[in-house]
Structures are given as C-alpha cells and as structure tokens.
Nanobody
Framework: QVQVVESGGGLIPPGGSLRLSCTASGVTSNGWTIAWFRRAPGKEREGVSCFRNSDGSTSYSQSVRGRFTISKENGKTTVHLQMNSLKPEDTAVYYC????????????????????WGQGTQVTVSS
C-alpha cells in the first residue's frame, strides 16, 4: 500500500523561499512518480510539478516554471520541491501524491493519475 508523508510549509514573505518534502512508501523500487498539487482558496486544484524516478524526468506548470525546482534525494523515495521567488498567488494548501509506475510526462501533473495523497501542508506568502 502506497503512503506519503509531507513536510515543510509555513508563512513566508513575498520573494522568499521555502522547501516542501514528500516521502513515499510502498512504491516499486525503481518505478515511481511523485507529484505536487495545490489548491488556493476558491480555486480548482492545480498540478504544480512532478518527478518520474524511472528516468529522472520532471514537469512543471507554467505558473511555477523557473521559480520552483523538484528533485529527488539520493537513495530515497523522497522528493523536494524548492520554491523560490514566492508570490502571494502561490498561497495554497500543497498536496503530495505518489504512485508506482511511469505515467506519461504530459499527464504527470494530472490528479487523476494518482490514488495516494498526503494530508496537505499550508503555504502562505504574505508580508
């Protein structure tokens, strides 16, 4: 059974940086994918970024490309989301999702690709 544990989040001023982490368990050792999503108040859930372990491929939404970086911690089923140049519009609850397997990169940040979700962590960008 796949499970995920998220960490990070908090209150950060505009322009600041924050790192979120997600550890998955129960995934196949060399073929897993972890993605981050977010939901801002009054808005739809949005795919943010994903990491596909089988080949190290990544994907980003247009709204965060160039500011956020997703990476894997060596030897672990842990992925970090480094968020730089944060903006007030990045304020949201961020959710980690994981799965075994290798979804198409074009679908990597589509929520329907994932069955296992974390509880979410609040990120608030405000002065």
């Amino acid at each position: 059974q796949v499970q995920v544990v998220e960490s990070g989040g908090g209150l950060i001023p505009p322009g600041g940086s924050l790192r979120l982490s997600c550890t998955a368990s129960g995934v196949t050792s060399n073929g897993w994918t972890i993605a981050w999503f977010r939901r801002a108040p009054g808005k739809e859930r949005e795919g943010v970024s994903c990491f596909r372990n089988s080949d190290g491929s990544t994907s980003y939404s247009q709204s965060v490309r160039g500011r956020f970086t997703i990476s894997k911690e060596n030897g672990k089923t842990t992925v970090h989301l480094q968020m730089n140049s944060l903006k007030p519009e990045d304020t949201a609850v961020y959710y980690c999702a994981a799965r075994s397997g290798r979804p198409a990169l074009s679908a990597c940040i589509s929520p329907e690709m994932y069955d296992t979700w974390g509880q979410g962590t609040q990120v608030t960008v405000s002065s």
